[in-house]
């Protein structure tokens, strides 16, 4: 039986992803490991810090994930503007951090408990035979504790592989790829795809540790071995290419930015095909959050995306009157010209509208032919909308026009830097 063509391209697309998530995961947990573990062996051996430490990695804990992730974003342009440092605030690097202080709760609180509540006596005798406290907590306090902490470990690398998915608002390839744009085009193979190699992936990784934990236990050197022999394999299959080299690395590549609904998916693939077609290397960035996918613009991250003039009349210049077409085409490339260094390349050519709609019997049933009928209904009726319509103000959202963008004036050449069509908030 022929494989249907949404999941033959959703397995297609799988590999790399799969592997992209893999990296991301594995260096988020190494990197919580390697903060958290030292961290808590201080707290539980420092009462007073104690207390401190697990408040601090407990708030963050608090912070819903893709808050987080979208916070280091901001935070990293700052940042390099700061320091003058090259600091890449789009990508890996902020979902490494964000994930990496997500995952901390579980590792540090887990090892605190483990040697903090190691019964007194044993260390009593450490001391008795001479050990130093390195050797106290080498040989005695993390062997005796090893079994709590690898627990706080599994729950950690699942919860680290789980959150990963929405790594990709942020810029960074992972299964949330899949994830994200299944929902958006209500492609619901893409969905199961991706949910499903996460949920296998954190089993798979959820085993092999317990694998070591159980070997730990039973002091059966082997199983210890084979668990920790099966996730080094894992660790160097992500870092084993898969694409191969196309012989095209030298030339320079345009990173292509789109938003996380179907429009920008198909704007995006349509620029993509343009800049390929004059021999140009072309990057991808989908499912950007709206707010970075402009400040990836300005910070350079990426160099075009498809926007929208109200969007940016409203949520980057911050107005909320309503001029004419040509008026705020003008403002609007002054103003993110002036702000960012963002150029407004121009109108990509048609108009993109919001639009009221209701099931044509409701509509008959209550009488509803036009706006002024359905205002007179509306505290009967449940308006649903997405949450930036909601958001933004009346004179924002009946702007109207198609648009375009630019390139940003500090880049050196003559890179695109952003596409705007425009898009009218209007109830039409």
Known sequence: ????????????????????????????????????????IAASHAPRLRAPVLA?????QTIPGLALLALFYPALVLLGRATGWAVPALGFLPALLALSIYAMLPIVRNAVTAIAGLDPVLRQAADGIGMTARQRLLRVELPLGAPVILAGLRTAAVW???????????GQPSLGDLIFSGLQTENWVRV?????AAAVLALVTDALLGLIERGIARRSKAMVLSGIGALLFAVLLAFVPLSGGNGDADRPAYVVGAKNFSEQYILAALLERRLEAAGMRV??????????AYRAVA???????VDYTGTLWANVLNRNDNPDREAMMRALSRGLMARDGVRVLGSLGFENAYAFAMPAARARALNIADLDDLAAKAPELTLGSDLEFLSRSPNG?????????????????????CIAPWRTGAPT
């Not at 989908?286 to 970075?292: F, Y």
């Not at 009946?398 to 830097?417: E, H, L």
């Open 397 to 417: 959202a009946r702007s109207k026009a198609p648009t375009a963008c630019g390139s940003a004036a500090a880049r050196p050449t003559a890179r695109p830097s």
């Open 56 to 60: 601090i990695v407990g708030v963050f």
């Open 160 to 170: 680290t592989i789980g959150t990963a998915t929405l790594a990709t608002t942020v």
């Open 299 to 305: 910070a350079g991250d990426i160099d075009v995306y």
């Open 192 to 196: 199961l795809v991706g949910c499903g």
């Open 1 to 40: 039986m022929a494989m249907s063509a949404p999941l033959s391209r959703a397995l297609a697309d799988l590999p790399d992803l799969l592997q992209a998530h893999l990296v991301l995961s594995l260096a988020a947990i190494a990197l919580a490991v390697g903060i958290g573990l030292p961290l808590a």
């Open 283 to 292: 990057e991808r960035r989908d499912n950007l959050g709206s707010a970075i």
